[in-house]
């Protein structure tokens, strides 16, 4: 009596390999789907953008502002761009928020390390840091004026403020979550403690210094263009304020269109670098 099974039907892998082949229409949506979500929000955003200028331009109480409709704010736009006044005006805010960053994060990561390594610290620190961080950036605005002697000094304090926190705390979480067990190895292979910080506690807590870092430009450059009303001449606060003065409606849509890009290109290069590095994924 034979044992032997039914014979394979022919041609069987052949069909189960091409069934596992994906078609030509997944492999292209896999390869467009990147780029094909992000054109579908931005489509979605211009049509309320158009529908909003549409609304305003025929009620006969806004049609004054017709200039906030794409129609009229793009062409605007890449005039700005193309003569180089986006340019002219972007510099000196970005040269002020480069500055305020900075200097947030100089003081914000050692901090930081402080209160997440020291208990006494961060007891003793918790109320004031939590009451200090709760104030709006802009409620310093009439301190700065008094404290520094120039326009800029002031709107890059202001920046400094809106920046701080989120660096500081993100790092002192970061520190806390550090496994007590990595500083006794350190301790016993005989590593002091700047060794430790430059080689356990640097490296262990840049991914959430850069997340922080991510949380402050983005708060920081909101809260730019509103400090630019101060006195200063330059920036793109200021030529919003001054569009605003002169109803050029169109060229003030244009500026705040300007402002969102140059923005999302920062955050951008600060999740680009976050991945360059390996510490997030996706």
Do not use: C
């Not at 529908?51 to 890449?78: C, K, V």
């Not at 430009?217 to 001449?233: K, Q, S």
């Amino acid at each position: 009596m034979s044992t032997q099974g039914p014979a394979p039907l022919a041609g069987a892998p052949s069909a189960v390999n091409a069934a596992r082949t994906p078609s030509a229409a997944a492999v292209i949506w896999q390869r467009t789907a990147p780029l094909a979500y992000p054109l579908a929000g931005l489509a979605l955003l211009l049509g309320f953008w158009w529908l909003g200028g549409y609304a305003i331009a025929n009620n006969p109480d806004t049609m004054a502002f017709s200039g906030f409709a794409p129609g009229h704010a793009l062409p605007a736009a890449w005039q700005l761009v193309t003569s180089g006044d986006a340019w002219h005006h972007a510099a000196p805010s970005l040269n002020r928020i480069a500055q305020g960053l900075m200097w947030a994060t100089v003081v914000a990561i050692p901090l930081g390390i402080l209160v997440g390594a020291l208990p006494v610290v961060r007891r003793v620190t918790s109320f004031p840091f939590q009451l200090l961080r709760m104030v709006s950036p802009l409620a310093w605005m009439p301190i700065a004026v008094l404290a520094f002697a120039t326009w800029d000094g002031a709107i890059i304090f202001l920046i400094f403020m809106a920046s701080l926190w989120p660096i500081l705390f993100s790092t002192a979480f970061a520190v806390q979550r550090i496994d007590p067990m990595y500083f006794k190895v350190a301790r016993n292979f005989g590593a002091s403690p700047a060794a430790s910080l430059r080689r356990l506690v640097l490296p262990a807590v840049a991914p959430d210094i850069l997340a922080g870092f991510r949380l402050a430009l983005g708060i920081a450059w909101v809260v730019l263009v509103p400090a630019e009303y101060l006195g200063v001449t330059s920036g793109l606060g200021y030529a919003i304020n001054d569009a605003r003065d002169i109803l050029a409606y169109d060229q003030l849509a244009a500026l705040v269109l300007i402002i969102g890009v140059i923005g999302y290109l920062l955050d951008s290069a600060v999740v680009a670098l976050i991945r360059y590095l390996g510490w997030q994924n996706g």
